[in-house]
């Protein structure tokens, strides 16, 4: 034999050796089955709790699973049943209830120690971070009550910009997203008067209750009309979730994939109101880079935090890998995401015209439109020019702001917007007037914007500024309200 073939001969045992010992490690140690109330089920999901290994039922309903790592539950899932747990190789699947209980009582989120089954009892951490979103302020939020009804103590003398004024019967459509628990007898949906768990908004339950979102309506079904909700019966409780192995005694959980797919917040986020496109989030996701690379809202939105390990620490819940744990944080128009998101890139020049900037604005890392969510948030690129005694220089050639730019219209810029007119071209007009036109400049995902501005041959120095805006000036200042809007890029350049 040459020594070429006897290394390739021990190669190959050694391969053979290897491969042996890692079947024998992992060895089929476990064989068990999983059953339901008619026979054995298929296609079940069975493993240890907080592993991430799974296997499937073959259609006798059995499973071959290497041993536990050690004094781990077994559990099995599958759509339409609640999870089941056990720590024999046998599990029954319980089917999920067949229809919604419309007399179910909603659970607070906060914490109670008499409520105990309030859930700010147990996932104190998960708590805090909704608490802290823009979904546990949605139904008691100043600003949302303002325009739904002119409200946060300030009285204007007009009754525009204001919801139920302006449309009086359009305040259940509101209550839908904003407050999706919100019952009226008097069908008034007046938001305001929301009381106990309704006005926790966009609440832990509500969210946790959706068994489904069912595709195809998106956009002209929003919020609890959207949503196809599962709440069980008295003294039994089900709670559907990302996990396909939580437990808890004396109560169930349901597994859905769903909880992972933007699909399950385009209830929300996505409304064709009264005629208008006011929210067009999840249809921008569909068309962006993002969506392709298969990320979903809940990628960049609910992200780990990569600290929380375990979910109800003390209250029954395991370690598990903090890469598996969502967080409820959230985080949406802040001032870091934006910085971090929005990149401005400016060039100056000199010709026989005049001096010359030219200004690139790149959205990176986003899943939509920019900006997106609430119609009237928009962003503006303010270009100014000085000579050298400092006095303004003006602009000979290049776009302008318009009028709805307050205090910068007229100045060299853009307007990044989803504009919306009235049938006599008026705007901006809040969504729930009769909105006959629409004109979208917004930035989109990974898609270089360019502007150029050419100033007259005296500019010496210039500051290009990108503002991130949540209200129009208009809308904001009549109420006093002066943190909406902030800068976020800032470029200067001088020519010699
Ligand atoms: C807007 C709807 C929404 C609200 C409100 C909400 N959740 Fe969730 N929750 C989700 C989604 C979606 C996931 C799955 C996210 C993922 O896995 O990427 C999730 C995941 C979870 C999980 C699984 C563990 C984890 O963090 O991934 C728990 C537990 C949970 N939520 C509890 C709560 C509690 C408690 C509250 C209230 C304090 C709450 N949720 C509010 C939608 C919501
Ligand atoms: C008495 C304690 C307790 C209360 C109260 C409680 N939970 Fe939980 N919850 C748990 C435990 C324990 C788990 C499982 C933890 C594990 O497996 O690591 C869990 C798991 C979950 C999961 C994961 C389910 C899955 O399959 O993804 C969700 C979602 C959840 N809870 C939501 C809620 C909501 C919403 C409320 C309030 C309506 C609530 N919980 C109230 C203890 C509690
Ligand atoms: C039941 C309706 C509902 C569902 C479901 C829902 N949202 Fe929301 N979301 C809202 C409402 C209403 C607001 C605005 C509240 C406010 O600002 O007053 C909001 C606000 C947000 C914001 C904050 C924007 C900001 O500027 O701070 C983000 C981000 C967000 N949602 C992401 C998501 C994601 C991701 C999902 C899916 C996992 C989701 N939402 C599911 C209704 C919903
Ligand atoms: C690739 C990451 C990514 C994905 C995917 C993504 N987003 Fe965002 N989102 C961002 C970033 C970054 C911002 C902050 C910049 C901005 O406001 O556009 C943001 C902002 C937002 C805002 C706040 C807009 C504002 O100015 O008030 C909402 C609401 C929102 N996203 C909802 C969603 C929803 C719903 C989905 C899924 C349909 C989604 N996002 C998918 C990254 C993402
Ligand atoms: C399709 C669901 C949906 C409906 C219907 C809806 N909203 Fe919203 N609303 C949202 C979401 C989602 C956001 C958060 C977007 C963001 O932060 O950019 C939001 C944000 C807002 C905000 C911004 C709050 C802030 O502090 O920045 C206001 C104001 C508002 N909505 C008013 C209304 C009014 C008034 C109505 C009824 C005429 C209404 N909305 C109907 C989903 C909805």
Request: proline share 7%.
């Amino acid at each position: 034999m040459s020594l070429a073939r006897r290394h390739a001969c021990i190669g190959l045992l050694l391969i053979v050796a290897v491969w042996c010992f890692i079947f024998a490690r992992s060895g089929v140690s476990l064989e068990g089955n999983v059953t339901d109330d008619t026979g054995p089920v298929a296609g079940a999901r069975v493993g240890w709790q907080g592993e991430c290994r799974r296997v499937t039922t073959d259609s006798a309903g059995r499973f071959f699973l290497p041993a536990s790592p050690g004094g781990k539950r077994l559990i099995a899932s599958k759509p339409g049943y609640r999870i089941a747990a056990g720590s024999s190789d046998s599990l029954r699947l319980a089917p999920l209830p067949r229809e919604d209980n419309l007399d179910y009582a909603w659970i607070e989120p906060h914490p109670d120690p008499v409520q105990i089954n309030n859930c700010a009892n147990c996932h104190d951490e998960i708590y805090q971070q909704w608490r802290g979103s823009a979904h546990g302020r949605s139904a008691s939020n100043p600003r949302f009550l303002h325009l739904f009804a002119g409200t946060d103590g300030k009285s204007l003398p007009r009754q525009t910009w204001n919801a139920r004024a302006e449309h009086p019967d359009g305040s259940a459509v509101c209550a839908s997203c904003h407050a999706p628990t919100l019952a009226s007898p008097t069908l008034e949906y007046d938001v305001r008067e929301a009381q106990g768990v309704a006005r926790s908004g966009v609440h832990c339950d509500f969210c946790h209750k959706v068994a489904d979102v069912p595709p195809g309506k998106f956009g002209t079904r929003f919020g609890r009309d959207a949503v196809r909700l599962l709440r069980p019966r008295d003294g039994v409780s089900l709670t559907f979730g990302p996990l396909d192995d939580a437990v808890r005694p004396g109560e169930t959980f349901a597994y859905s994939p769903l909880y992972k797919e933007s699909r399950y917040c385009a209830s929300c986020h996505e409304g064709i109101v009264f005629g208008a496109h006011a929210y067009g989030t999840y249809s921008e996701w569909l068309a962006s880079p993002a969506r392709a690379q298969g990320k979903h809202c809940q990628s960049c939105h609910m992200a780990p935090t990569g600290k929380m390990n375990n979910i109800a620490p003390g209250k029954g819940g395991i370690v598990r890998d903090p890469r598996t744990l969502a967080s409820h944080d959230m985080p949406g128009g802040r001032i870091d995401l934006l910085r971090e998101s929005l990149r401005m890139d400016v060039g100056t020049s000199t010709s026989t015209k005049g001096k010359q900037v030219a200004v690139e604005i790149v959205a990176q890392r986003v899943g939509h439109r920019v900006p997106t969510g609430f119609v009237d948030r928009h962003l503006l690129l303010v270009v100014q020019a000085w000579d050298e005694q400092g006095k303004a220089v003006a602009l000979v050639d290049g776009p302008r702001l318009p009028k709805k730019a307050g205090r910068w219209s007229g100045i060299a810029g853009a307007l990044y917007a989803k504009q919306l007119f009235g049938p006599a071209g008026e705007g901006p007009i809040p969504f729930w007037l009769h909105v006959a036109k629409i004109e979208d400049t917004r930035l989109h995902a990974e898609r270089p914007d360019r502007r150029v501005f050419l100033f007259s041959p005296s500019a010496r120095r210039v500051s290009v500024q990108l503002w991130y805006r949540r209200f129009w000036q208009e809308v904001a200042d009549p109420r006093g309200w002066t943190d909406y809007e902030f800068l976020v890029a800032e470029r200067k350049a001088a020519w010699r």
